[in-house]
């Protein structure tokens, strides 16, 4: 009798032991949470261009202040994934009050008429933004189709086009820039137009990559260009200058 009671009395005391490590344990995870140490002080945004870092901070649903481990990075990283602006995003907690939040935007790189105006697209066909009259600014224009019933997060599936999408996003932004017109009236005889009026005979949608880089090459030679040029052909191997007469 006297073995059993000293073994209810081990036992209930190993129990009692259990419940204090555990009531410590939340006692100090709750002190850690809600310790003034631990609340966002710090966001640190990288990858913005078109968003600000408020914008961004909105999006995520992240504020100054809050605690940080009862942040939910997944959560405010799946907010920013739900945002058609942003195509890749990352956040991690820096301690003590820290966040650092990185993104990739998606870069509309090519506009299309549609029919009630125009539609900018990124390299993946995805329309990014829908308006009615051409901006100041305007992408490159792809002619030679036209799109209908496509709105704000819909992909255009059109093989030419996609090509041509191909082909300038092997291009920098600064190359891109002096294109203003991809003519896809011909599939097997494309044309890019630059800004100041000279062809770029692209011929059929294929060697892209070589193109491209002959494209970028040209279009830094055409500043420099002593006499006029009429049209460049990349259609074969090696490329052909007609010079204005």
Known sequence: MEDVEKKRYRSLKRLGKGFLFLAVCAILTA??????????????VTGNTCLSRIEVCRI????????????????ATKNLLKDLRIEQATIRRVL???LDIQIKERVAVATVAC????????????????????????????????THDL??????????LKKAMLYLQQMDETSRNQISEISLVSPEHVIAY??????????????????????KKFLED???????????????????????T
């Not at 002190?31 to 640190?44: A, D, E, G």
């Not at 009630?116 to 009615?132: H, M, Q």
């Not at 704000?152 to 093989?159: C, R």
């Open 31 to 44: 002190i850690v949470v809600y310790s003034p140490l631990f609340v966002v002080r710090q966001i640190n």
């Open 222 to 244: 055409l500043k420099v260009a002593k006499h006029p040029i009429e049209y460049v052909d990349f259609t074969y191997t090696a490329p052909f200058i007609r010079f204005k």
């Open 194 to 215: 630059t800004k100041v009026g000279v062809q770029i005979r692209l011929g059929a949608l294929d060697r892209l990559e070589e193109k491209a880089a002959l494209t």
């Open 151 to 160: 709105y704000i997060g819909d992909e255009i599936d059109d093989e030419n």
């Open 60 to 75: 995520a649903g992240v504020d100054y202040g809050q605690p940080i481990f009862r942040l939910e990075t997944d959560a």
């Open 96 to 98: 003590p009050d820290g």
């Open 115 to 146: 029919e009630y105006g125009y539609l900018d697209i990124d390299p993946e066909g995805k329309v990014l933004e829908a308006y009615r009259t051409l901006k100041k600014m305007p992408l490159p224009m792809i002619t030679g189709i036209m």
